[in-house]
């Protein structure tokens, strides 16, 4: 017992697996246990046992294993997991259990069988059955078909698939054990009840005893239709149902209808195998057939004969065997083979079926020639070979030569088609006897019931009969409105008498047929598939079966089938007919007409109709009008009365007056009575007369319009056409064409008889009177807009001339749509949309083809040209093609018979020289043309051939294919292509060329059908082929398809053809085709056209858009609910098998939402750990796949059940791609609020975001990406390493995703990767990073090396696993690569290792190849200027990688900067030289080596100031180095366009997104910065302005008012912002660059933020609106000087218009202003480079919208002073000249502006005396330059005393005293290019000098240094540049003080009594342009001090950590122009905090 002892205390899973049988035994009796006990069929326990249940079954002990079957049963029952045991626990059952002695064992193994199928998995079962049957063990064999044939009792027939069975039941019959027949005979008659007779064929030929036995057994079958008792898991309601029925006492009625369509009906023919007979024809047939002696050819039909009768043929090539029947038919003496003939052609057609419609075409007329024959014999092979044709193609495609044969001589002949119509008719239903069909067979068949053969009349009555039962009464009467009462009551009866094949009652209410096949040949046949389903639709009008998409009321285009599903059954098809209104009359004497009329008229009237007094005659028309309009439409005798207006003088009436009477009164009878065609036949002459008369034509019309509506307007034209062409008056010629253009319009275009107009209007167009001609064309126009281009065919031989008139009138009509018919309607009833109108519409535009006159070539073919075409030498065939082309083109337009032509051209399709294919094509594209819509017959057997072409590796060649088949599709409709099963055999060939073609070509044509042959669905499973080809651009073709297939098929049936597919593959198709049905669009609803359709009886236009779209919203919202339902219930529980989506979620909201409340991860303690035990002992599969299988998702589901959110869960699992999106969302959301949870779950969200990374949905990924960089982002903060686990089963597959071919994407990758440094272990990433190198995306090698580049340069060789030199020579292979980005990456990764490492690096790599080497060398060679920065590096590698940029942005820098813009920085680090790293701190390397150059320009200003301040400084300040990251070299290479990478980064300025656009604004600063690079900026200005104020405009409007912001980001930005523009505009060649538009939109934006009272209130705010200050100064400097004055200008303009925001406008007005005097001030210097013409006249728009009284009427007087001043300034300057510069204005004599500089020129010639001086402003400005020169001279030796170390205090005290003495003395010049501690120390300097000397604390302000010095006695003046424009106190401020400060700025001290607040600032106002501004370097190198100094002063209590110091690259952005420098420092500061707060 110690043994035992042992395995009772393993687990039970353990114990199942023991390998004593005691211990097995225990464990699947405790496991049977568990799996009874386990609740929850999701539980993970199941997933534990999921390898175990195949050795359950196989247990080798007898014992163990039928506990084991037991506990196997349960588990399949139970576990929804059980489904992907299915394969190898079936074989286990078949081969180790059904051989087993005990019948226990073998009942359990077909109770699992039969579990399997109840969970979905009966494919799999029968399989493994199936396979059984090959098994040598007979035991075997009877347990599978015994399993078998229960299954197919319990579930029927629609869910175990009979096919395959039925194919083995004869080979079981024929097996050696009898217990095998047995069974295989109880398993026939089990398949019998579900199918009856259809079981027969197959059986045929099995032994004849048994068959005996059979048929016994099958007459005792009962007749009841069989019911399934099992169902499926997904068919719970049905259960329910059936239960229910079983409880009400067996079966209850009530389902009977379900029940029925639950047993579908099958086809015999479905379940034959199909024969090739092709191949086992006698070798010698043909020759036989052709054979003199009539019993060879018998012999050889006999063969034939023998081979047909297989009832199932092979598909092929049958053209020659049907071509030498029809000849034997057809020519044959000898009537007997001509009966063995057809006969053989029957058998044909049965075993061919549809695959014979291709030939069809070619026999039928044949044979109803041959009818001739009296013999029976003969008559009843043909009959039977011509019904078993038709069956196998649509009467419409044979109609054509049946109606050709209809009026043949040969009354046997007319009999037997009649018959045949009959018989057709029969299988016919109301949608594919449509009337464009019933028109032309009405036709022939009346002339047949008048026909003087009585054969011939009761055959015609036979087939109209059968027509009325088909069509119904509505539709067939209109065609027999002539036929006399007899004869209709004969048809009526004929119609009784009638049975069809699909029942129907004669009312049109559908009938419940049985739908049981008569035995014999019928059942075989039950006609085309669409057939079934379409009886389907109508036999049930109960529930709306989805079986027919077609909808009710929108007839299908060509007559395809549609079933009426709405309106009462196929009774509401057809519409009113016209004619049934028509009134027809005989003609009446005239004395008839008398006493009529005589009865109705007063007395008077008659007498004096022919009264020789107009007067008379005029009253008794009036008394004939009264009366007209007082009767009654029943007693009007209309024919009476217009004979009595006919009646002399009648038309040749002389007094208008009376003649316009007498045409009204013609239009009130045809109006108001009962006016027949004999009525109008009387007055349409007259009227004709008329219509050309000046005064009575337009009643005349009238009249005309009104017995158009009364007889139908194709009728009245024919006749007036007519009657005006036959008479000379070239007036009413013209005017009876206008009116017909015109009642076109109002009536519509169908019935018109185009062919009799056509001749009339070639007439009129060879007139003589220019007016007929016009109208000829006007009407032509008229007609072009319902017939298209084809109407032009009509006139392609007139004289060009006119020819180029009628194509100007078309191409007027071009795009014009035919205007809706508002005539033609008012008496008839008003019926809803129905077919007949769409068949209309189609006639009309097939009716112009065929009214084209078409010649027959059939005689041109000759067999002569068709061995030619044929011949072995191509010249010869070609010469043969060139025939063919040139008989098409003499023809033009051609008869459909074209002999031997087509097998011979198809020939020539396979052409082994390319140019004969390609001239066959365009042979085919001409015969389209040519043949129009008769093409279609040759459809099957050329134009399949066609789309083969398709597959042609030549590009052209397929290009002409694809023209090809477009031509003949527009001729013949897509119904012919879609039909059979051609389209599908083409599509199955493993072409790519022909796949991806074809498939573009179906998903072009599929959305504009309204309705498809089912036959689509054979293409549906090489579509899903398709799907998984190998070739990229046929999946995509067919993605692309998918949703249009859908679109006609439906999700169900679609998702239903998947079964067939491997599991693997059906789960991705699966998941397209979900994705399909969210972009399938809806079916094209019926056209609109109502206009050419209505005639008589249609709806008027208005109705029928609505009432089509109204049936468009039946019968979606019908389909679609259903569809959601089955989608979810079947599509995703068959997938997911789960509970999941098998309930459709009905909860209401509320209580959704208490789900939603909780947390969405559940902390379970342990269960990470766990999770990893369980992966690491290989219990759950190791998460490593190419691409994810099922097993994995189900996996991860299970174990993210116990800790994840359902409802989440759910979300995150779901088909629908919408739902991981909310997922996502939902996850982001909680990131912050649930720490711990998702860490705890950090495995599971990043295994479920790697399956996210397979799926194909961008805005998934893009969603998944955002949540991952927050997700790192809070681990880092947490300080979190991920497991090794957790990084092995991301990181390869994040990897895969950088190689994306999105750049947004990769760069987030790259990002992400950057950010997972700080969580994972850079050399543990590297080995990842290593793997993704091997990747066969190039994309992905190429990034990936490069990040490998970054990690090396971030943490040093180090990183470089396993050791550097495999790392390296792993990364050395891709050198050699053959893409150039990959190449480039190695390259730059190889120079960025040499960099950190040098030379070491050439030993690492080991030997490379010559050309290799060469190139590293050259690239290592072309880096070389970069210092080696590595050691720095490497000393203080940290376990992270070292931030890069301040903590803000650093995340984001690597990730967009380095990829973006690497370039732009790149060259930071090239200045520098290392040997002065050891003397100075590195912070100066770069800026001091940069001054040394320019140090000469520096100098020559102030030499001294350099030395004085660096010695001072140095010691105490070390500032550590600024880790800008040095950049990877790759950017050369991948970005060599360098404009595309500045749009890019100028596109990202404006981002939403701050540190996007605080990253772009550094890397354009830095760019701008070097000189050698800004030009790159040109041409770029313009854009990167637009870019910034739209992002001043998003920060003013969205991010102040953003409560949630932290207001210092905001600071932040505006620093960049500010910054970036101070560098541009120091450049002047781009600063030029910039337009009039653009600055005035950049002030405006600058004036706002300055005048912006929120930012004032930042704690930084006074800084930026500084800075601001000293912006728009540079702006007004250096911008183009012409376009900034413009801006101006307008921008004063539009400030002043818009007054309305009281707050701002003033001040921003007055701002504006001041921005103007300061242009007014530079104007003597820039004046010559101003375009004035322009800025005058801006200034005249400007005085246009404020005049001067308005200017005057403003509270200010500003504007108006301002206005005078610019413009005085402008006269003084040029003088009378300005006048001439006035070019640009319109009007200038009225211009306001004119007349104002007239004056001034004028005033300042008056005072030319003084005009060198201006008396009221002081000294002139020429006096004052030229003393300029001695005081620059004195002030130049004052300043370098100052500059000087020793002479300072001398130098100060001097300047103190020059300024006294000359008080209006300017220093600004000297001030302005220094730094702002220089400023600070010369105004402290001069305070203290001046407190000393007058011994007060109060400074005078006549010492005419800026007062911006009052009160800043502050050590460093950082605060103490006040705004230039507003005032530094904020407060509001009076007009008042404006004024004073205007008078101010108009002398030249300025320094009269300013207040403190109003005093204008050193910088800005007051400085005078002097020199230019020196070379930047001066302005670094103040910056510096200033810096150094601050730094000194401020932090010398600070600590300062490396990372905080670094300026990171926006601090030196704004180190810009001196003068700001403090403001700057300021910000650098305010940012060292923020850095430090952060951290």
């Given at each position: ?8 205390k393993l ?6 697996e ?9 464990g699947?009796?405790?496991a049977?246990?568990?799996f009874?006990?386990?609740d ?19 247990d ?5 294993q ?10 399949v029952e ?14 286990g ?9 005990k019948a226990?064992?073998?009942e ?15 494919e799999?079962i ?6 059984g ?13 015994e399993?078998l ?7 029927g027939s629609?869910i175990i ?5 039925i ?10 054990e ?8 109880l398993?026939?008659v ?10 027969r064929?197959?059986?045929?030929n099995?032994n ?13 079958v ?5 019911k ?12 329910a149902k059936?239960?229910?029925q079983q409880?009400?006492g ?7 209808d379900?029940e029925?369509e639950?047993?579908?009906q099958?086809?015999?023919y ?6 090739e007979i ?5 070798k010698?047939f043909?020759?036989?057939i ?6 060879e ?8 004969e023998l081979?047909v ?7 092929g090539d ?9 000849k034997?038919v ?8 001509v ?5 053989c052609?029957?058998?044909l ?6 695959k014979?419609?291709q030939y ?6 044949t044979i109803?020639?041959k009818?001739k ?8 092979a ?9 069956l ?7 109609s ?10 040969n009354p046997?002949?007319?009999q037997q088609?009649?018959?045949f ?13 449509p ?9 022939a068949l009346?002339k047949?019931i ?6 011939v ?5 036979e087939?109209l ?12 009467n ?6 006399d009462k ?7 009866e004929c119609?009784?008498?009638v049975?069809?094949v699909?029942g129907?009652k004669?009312?049109g ?11 014999g ?21 109960g ?6 998409a ?13 079933t009426?599903a709405?309106?009462g059954?196929?009774?509401a098809k057809?519409?009113k ?10 003609e009446?004497?005239i004395?008839v007409c008398?006493?009529?009329a005589a009865?109705?008229?007063p007395?008077?009237c ?7 007094n107009?007067k ?16 009654e439409?029943s007693e ?7 004979r ?6 009648g ?24 006016f027949?065609?004999t ?6 002459d007259?009227l004709?007369d008329?219509?050309?008369d ?13 017995i158009a ?7 009245t ?7 005006a062409f ?6 009413n010629?013209?005017e009876t064409?206008?009116?017909?253009a ?12 185009v062919?009799a107009f056509?001749?009339n ?7 003589t ?8 064309i006007?009407l032509l126009g008229?007609m072009y807009l ?5 109407l032009?065919?009509?006139?392609e031989d007139?004289?060009p001339a006119?020819?180029?008139q ?5 191409e007027?009509m071009?795009?014009q ?5 508002t ?6 009833s008003?019926g809803g949309v ?11 535009g ?6 084209l006159p078409?010649t027959?070539?059939?005689?041109k ?6 061995s030619k ?6 010249k010869i ?15 033009k337009?051609?008869q459909?018979?074209i002999?031997e032509?087509?097998a011979?051209l ?6 082994s020289?390319?140019i ?23 459809v ?5 051939p ?6 042609d590796?030549k ?7 694809l ?6 599709a527009e001729?013949t ?5 879609l039909?059979g099963?051609?389209?599908?055999e ?5 072409n ?13 044509k599929?959305?504009?059908l309204?309705?498809?042959?089912s036959?689509?669905l054979?293409c549906?499973p090489?579509?899903?082929?398709c799907l998984?080809d ?10 692309d ?5 859908m ?7 679609m ?15 699966l ?5 399909a049905?969210?972009n399938?669009p809806?079916?094209?609803a019926p ?17 029928q ?6 049936d468009?919203l ?5 389909e679609s609910k259903p569809d959601l339902?089955k ?10 098998k789960g509970?999941q989506?098998?309930?459709?979620p009905?909860k ?6 208490d ?6 991860f559940?902390?379970?303690?342990n ?13 759950v599969?190791?998460?490593?796949f190419?691409t ?10 299970t174990?993210?059940?116990t ?7 759910d979300?995150?699992f779901?088909?629908d791609f919408?739902h991981?999106?909310k997922?996502?969302a939902v996850m982001?959301?909680h990131?912050?609020s ?7 779950c ?7 975001l790697?399956?996210r990374f397979?799926d ?5 990924l ?7 960089k927050?997700l790192?982002n ?11 686990n957790e ?11 950088v190689g994306e071919?999105k750049?947004?994407?990769?760069k ?8 997972m ?43 470089c696993?396993p050791t ?17 980005t990959?190449?480039?990456a190695?390259?730059?990764t190889i ?5 950190v490492?040098?030379?070491q690096?050439?030993?690492l ?5 010559e050309?290799?080497?060469s190139m590293?060398e ?9 210092p080696?920065?590595a ?6 590698e ?8 301040s903590a803000?942005?650093?995340m ?7 990829d973006m ?6 060259n930071r680090?090239v200045?520098s030289h290392s ?18 150059n320019?140090?000469?320009t520096?100098?020559c200003?102030?030499p001294?100031?350099v030395?004085?301040k ?9 500032i550590p ?12 290479d ?13 596109s990202?300025v404006?981002?939403g997104?701050i540190n996007?656009s ?8 830095e ?6 690079k ?19 405009r ?11 912001l ?8 505006y620093?960049?912002?500010?910054g970036s ?12 660059e910039a337009?009039t ?8 934006g ?5 005048l912006?009272?929120?930012v ?10 500084r ?5 728009v100064?540079?702006v007004?400097?250096k911008s ?5 004055l413009?801006a101006?200008i ?6 002043l ?6 707050e701002v ?19 003597p ?10 800025i005058?006249l801006?200034i005249h728009i400007?005085?246009?919208?404020f005049?001067?009284e ?6 200010s ?5 301002t206005l ?7 006269c ?9 510069h006035l ?6 004599n ?6 104002h500089?007239?004056?001034v020129?004028k005033?300042?010639?008056?005072q030319?005396g003084k ?5 009221e ?9 030229a003393?300029k ?8 030796e004052?300043?370098k ?8 205090k ?6 103190y005293?020059?300024?006294k003495?000359?008080?209006?003395a ?6 302005k290019?220094?730094?702002q501690?220089f ?6 300097g001069?305070r ?5 000397r ?9 010492t005419?240094?800026?007062p ?5 006695c502050?050590?460093?003046?950082t ?8 005032n ?10 404006y ?5 101010i700025l ?16 050193l910088?800005?106002?007051?400085s005078k342009p002097?020199?230019p ?5 001066t ?5 510096k001090?200033?810096?150094l100094r ?8 600070l600590?300062?950590d490396?990372n ?7 601090g030196?952005?704004l180190?810009s ?7 700057i ?10 850095k430090?707060?952060?951290?």
């Open positions: 017992m110690g043994d035992d002892s042992e395995w009772m687990p039970i899973d353990q114990k199942c023991h390998k004593l049988w005691k211990a097995r035994l225990n699947y009796e405790e049977l246990k568990l009874q006990k386990i929850d069929e999701k539980s993970p326990e199941w997933s534990k046992y999921l390898g175990l249940i195949k050795k359950f079954v196989t080798s002990n007898a014992v163990a039928l506990k084991g079957l037991e506990a196997a049963l349960a588990y139970n576990a929804h997991v059980a489904g992907k045991t299915t394969g190898e626990v079936a074989s059952v078949v081969n180790k259990v059904f051989n087993q002695p226990r064992a073998k359990l193994g077909e109770d699992i069988c039969l579990m399997y199928i109840e969970i979905e998995k009966g799999a029968q399989e493994e059955l199936l396979k049957l090959d098994n040598k063990n007979p035991k075997i064999i009877v347990a599978c078909i399993t044939r229960k299954a197919l009792s319990e579930f629609k698939s009979l096919k395959p069975i194919k083995v039941l004869p080979k079981l019959f024929e097996s050696r009898k217990a095998v027949r047995d069974e295989a005979k398993l026939a089990e398949i019998y009840r579900w199918i009856r007779d259809a079981l064929p197959p059986l045929q099995i004849s005893v048994q068959l005996k036995e059979l048929e016994e057994e099958w007459i005792k009962s007749s009841a239709a069989p399934q008792t099992r169902f499926l898991r997904s068919q719970q309601e049905l259960k059936f239960e229910q409880g009400l067996g079966d209850a009625d009530g389902g009977d379900d029925e639950a047993v579908p099958v086809d015999a479905e379940l034959l195998e199909a024969v092709l191949s086992k024809l006698p010698d043909y020759e036989k052709e054979a003199k002696k009539w019993q050819r018998k012999e050889a039909l006999e063969a034939v081979l009768k297989n009832p199932k043929l092979e598909s049958y053209a020659d065997l049907v071509k030498a029947l029809k034997v057809g020519k044959d003496t000898n009537v007997m083979l009966a063995l003939a057809a006969k052609l029957a058998g057609a049965t075993g061919l079926r549809k014979f419609g069809a075409g070619h026999v039928v007329p109803l020639e009818f024959e009296k013999k029976p014999q003969v008559v009843q043909l009959q039977e070979a011509i019904d078993a044709i038709f196998t193609t649509t009467l419409q495609n044979i054509e030569d049946i109606l050709a044969v209809m009026d043949n001589k046997t002949i007319k088609t009649s018959l119509i009959a018989r057709s008719f029969r299988h016919c239903t109301p949608s594919t006897l009337k464009s069909l019933l028109k032309p067979f009405c036709a009346l047949h008048n026909d003087s053969a009585p054969e009349r009761d055959a015609g009555f087939a009969g059968t027509a009325l039962k088909v069509a119904g009464e509505k539709a067939v209109p065609f027999l409105a002539d036929v007899l004869k209709l009551d004969r048809i009526k119609a009784e008498k049975e069809l699909y129907k004669p009312g209410a559908a009938e419940k047929k049985e739908g049981k096949p008569i035995a040949k019928a059942a075989a046949l039950p006609g085309p598939a669409g057939d079934k389903e379409t009886k389907d639709a109508t036999t049930k009008p529930p709306l079966k989805k079986a027919s077609v909808k009710a009321g929108v007839p299908p285009k060509k007559g395809k089938p549609a009426a709405g309106t059954g196929a009774g057809g519409k007919g016209p004619e049934t209104k028509e009134i027809f009359e005989s009446l004497s004395e008398e006493e009529k009865a109705v008229l007395a008077s008659i007498q004096q109709l022919d009264s020789g107009w008379e005659r005029l009253a008794c028309m009036e008394e004939f009008q009264k009366a007209v309009e007082l009767m439409r009007m005798p209309c024919q009476a009365l217009v009595m207006l006919a009646k002399k003088p038309w040749k009436e002389t007094n208008f007056q009376v003649m316009q009477m007498k045409l009204h009164i013609v239009a009130l009878i045809a109006q108001k009575g009962n027949s065609k009525s109008a036949q009387v007055v349409l007259g004709v008329k219509v050309g000046v005064k009575c034509g337009t009643n005349a019309k009238e009249a005309m319009t009104a509506e009364a007889c139908q307007l194709p009728w034209a024919e006749q007036l056409v007519a009657m036959s008479q000379k008056n070239p007036k010629q013209s064409l206008n009116w017909l015109n009642a076109i319009k109002e009536f519509g275009f169908s019935g018109l008889n062919k056509i001749s209007v070639k007439t009129a167009l060879a007139a009177n220019p007016a007929v001609r016009t109208s000829a006007t008229v319902y017939m298209g281009p084809s032009r065919m009509f006139f007139e004289k006119l020819l180029s009628i194509d100007a009138e078309f007027k071009q795009g749509t035919a205007p809706a018919p005539r033609g309607i008012s008496r008839h008003v129905d077919d007949g109108e769409e068949e209309e519409q189609e006639e009309v097939n009716d112009v083809v065929d009214l078409r027959d070539i059939g005689d073919i000759t067999a002569e040209l068709v075409i044929g011949d072995k030498n191509w065939r070609k010469e043969g093609l060139d025939e063919v082309t040139s008989i098409i083109n003499e023809a337009f051609i459909p018979n002999g032509l087509p011979a198809k020939g020539r399709l396979n052409d020289n390319k004969l294919v390609q001239q066959t094509l365009s042979i085919l594209q001409q015969l389209a043309t040519a043949m129009g819509p008769n093409i279609k017959q040759y099957k057997n050329l134009g399949i066609v789309i083969t072409v398709l597959g590796s590009n052209n060649v397929r290009a002409a294919a023209a090809t088949v477009n031509a003949w001729q409709g897509m119904k012919e292509w039909e099963e051609d389209l599908s083409e599509l199955k060939k493993e790519p060329f022909l796949r991806q073609e074809l498939l573009g070509w179906l998903a072009e599929l959305p504009a309204r309705s498809v042959p036959d689509l054979l549906v090489h579509l899903y082929s998984e190998r070739n990229g651009d046929v999946r995509k073709k067919a993605q398809a998918l949703p249009f297939f679109m006609h098929l439906g999700f169900e049936k998702a239903k053809a998947t079964g067939k597919l491997k599991p693997t593959s059906k789960d991705q198709v998941a397209m085709l979900e994705k049905k969210a399938m809806a079916k094209p056209p609109a056209k109502a206009s050419s359709r209505v005639v008589g009886g249609a709806a008027p236009a208005k109705f858009p609505t009432s089509a779209f109204a468009d039946g019968s979606n919202t019908m339902k989608a979810k219930a079947g599509g995703l529980s068959s997938k997911t509970v989506g098998k309930k459709v009905s209401p909201n509320l209580k959704e939402d789900d939603k409340s909780g947390p969405i559940i902390i379970v303690p269960g990470k750990e766990q999770r990893m035990k369980e992966e690491k002992a290989l219990k599969l190791k998460w490593n190419t994810p299988r099922d097993e994995y998702i189900e996996q991860l589901k174990q993210m059940s800790c994840v959110a359902k409802w989440l869960q979300e995150m779901h088909a919408q991981h999106n997922a996502l982001i959301e990131l912050e649930e720490k711990d949870g998702v860490i705890s950090l495995d599971l969200i990043l295994k479920w790697t399956l397979f194909t949905n961008t805005s998934v893009m969603k998944a990406l955002e949540y991952l927050l790192f809070l681990l880092s903060q947490e300080e979190y390493h991920l497991t090794e990084a092995s089963s991301f990181i390869p597959y994040l990897i895969l995703k071919p750049d947004v994407i990769r987030d990758v790259r990002a992400i990767l950057n950010r440094c700080f969580i994972y272990p850079a050399s543990k990433m590297f080995p990842f990073i290593m793997e993704g190198t091997k990747s066969k995306n190039s994309k992905q090698r190429a990034e990936c090396l490069e990040e490998l580049g970054c990690l090396v340069e971030s943490y040093g060789m180090n990183v696993q550097p030199g495999k790392a390296l020579k792993e990364m050395a292979t891709h050198i050699g690569d053959r893409d150039n990959v190449r480039n190695a390259l730059n120079v960025t290792v040499y960099n490492h040098g030379d690096v050439f030993k790599i080991g030997n490379l190849s050309k290799d080497m590293l050259e690239r290592i060679k072309r880096s070389a200027k970069r080696s920065s050691p720095v590096r490497q000393a203080e940290k376990p992270q990688r070292t931030q890069s940029i803000n942005t650093s984001m820098r690597k990730g967009q900067a380095e813009s690497s370039k732009l920085n790149q680090n200045g040997e002065t790293a050891h003397t100075v701190p590195r912070e100066f390397q770069l800026d001091l080596d940069e001054i040394e320019d140090n000469g520096v100098r200003e102030m001294a100031l030395q004085h660096l010695d001072d400084i140095f010691e105490p300040v070390l180095e600024p880790k800008i990251r040095a950049v990877s070299p790759h950017f050369d991948m970005h060599s366009n360098t404009a595309s990478t500045i749009n890019f980064v100028i990202q404006a981002s997104d996007t605080i990253q772009a604004l550094t890397q354009i600063d760019v701008l910065k070097q000189e050698d800004a030009e790159a900026m040109s041409g770029h200005i313009d854009q990167f302005l637009i870019a910034t104020f739209m992002q001043l998003l920060i003013y409007n969205t991010h102040m008012a953003d409560e949630k932290d207001k210092d980001e905001i600071v932040r930005l620093s960049c912002i500010i523009m101070i560098t541009l505009f120091q450049i002047e060649s781009l600063a030029r337009s538009g653009v600055l005035k939109d950049l002030m405006h600058l004036i706002t933020l300055m912006d009272s929120r004032e209130d930042l704690e930084e705010g006074e800084q930026v609106i800075s601001v200050n000293l912006l100064v540079k007004l400097e183009d000087q012409t376009n900034i413009s101006l307008v921008l004063l303009q539009d400030s218009l818009a007054t309305a925001n009281l406008a003033p001040k921003f007005s007055e701002l504006v202003m001041k921005c103007l005097w300061r242009m007014v001030r530079l104007l210097e820039t004046i010559n480079s101003i375009n004035l013409d322009r005058l801006d400007f005085m246009k919208v005049p001067k308005k200017l005057k009427q403003c509270k007087e500003f504007p108006i002073r005078k001043t610019l413009l005085h300034t402008l003084k300057l040029k003088g009378p000249k300005i006048l001439d070019t640009m204005i319109d009007n200038k009225e211009s306001e502006l004119e007349a500089l007239c004056r020129v005033h300042s010639m008056d030319t005009a060198d001086k201006d008396t402003k002081g000294a002139s400005r020429i006096e004052e330059k003393s020169a001695k005081v620059n001279d004195i002030l130049a004052i300043f005393k100052i500059g000087s170390k020793e002479n300072t001398e130098g100060l005290a001097e300047l005293e020059y300024k003495k000359y008080s209006d300017d220093i600004e010049p000297f001030l290019n220094s730094s501690f400023q600070s120390y010369v105004e402290r001069l203290l000098i001046e407190t000393e007058e011994g007060k604390g109060r400074i005078a302000t006549s005419g240094i800026s911006q010095m009052e009160g800043t502050v050590p460093a003046s605060h103490t540049v006040s705004s230039s424009i507003g530094t106190n904020g407060e509001e401020v009076g007009p008042s003080v004024l004073e400060r205007l008078k108009r002398q030249r001290c300025g320094l009269d009594n300013a207040k403190q607040e109003d005093r204008p600032p910088t800005s106002l007051l002097t020199l501004t020196v070379a930047s370097s302005d670094m190198l103040h910056s001090l200033s810096q601050e730094s000194r002063e401020q932090y010398q209590h600590d300062l490396s905080q110091t670094h300026s990171s690259g926006i030196t952005t180190a122009p001196s003068s700001a420098a403090a403001n420092d300021d910000l650098k500061k305010r940012l060292e905090r923020i430090s707060s952060r951290k």
